[in-house]
Nanobody
Framework: QVQLIESGGGSVQAGTSLTLSCVAS????????MGWFRQPPGQERQFLAAISGSGTTIRYERSIKTRFTITRENARNTVYLQMVNLKPKDTAVYYC???????????????????WGQGTQVTVSS
């Protein structure tokens, strides 16, 4: 079965950077788009970014586009989310995701997601 394992979260000061990783198994990784979402405390899960299987098509949520970068390394079955200049409002549990639609980056809502990772906590203090 498909497994997604995130890592790289932690507690950091505002203005610093973190890179999250998500290792996938149980699927043909290079054929599948991958996405990142987050869920702040008391809020719904929010789309952040998605990348196509080849890495050539990328979509970002507008508010994080200048600070977050999604990349993938198909040889390692891994997708990354690099986050710079972190702010307290970035505090959330971060999830990687696999969509129902094989290689679609149009996955801005949770109903388009077939598989979720377990999440990794990011806490940003001021």
């Amino acid at each position: 079965q498909v497994q997604l394992i995130e890592s790289g979260g932690g507690s950091v000061q505002a203005g610093t950077s973190l890179t999250l990783s998500c290792v996938a198994s149980g699927l043909t990784f290079s054929d599948s788009a991958m996405g990142w979402f987050r869920q702040p405390p008391g809020q719904e899960r929010q789309f952040l970014a998605a990348i196509s299987g080849s890495g050539t098509t990328i979509r970002y949520e507008r508010s994080i586009k200048t600070r977050f970068t999604i990349t993938r390394e198909n040889a390692r079955n891994t997708v990354y989310l690099q986050m710079v200049n972190l702010k307290p409002k970035d505090t959330a549990v971060y999830y990687c995701a696999v969509p129902f639609a094989h290689d679609s980056v149009v996955i801005t809502t949770t109903d388009k997601i077939k598989y979720w990772g377990q999440g990794t906590q990011v806490t940003v203090s001021s």
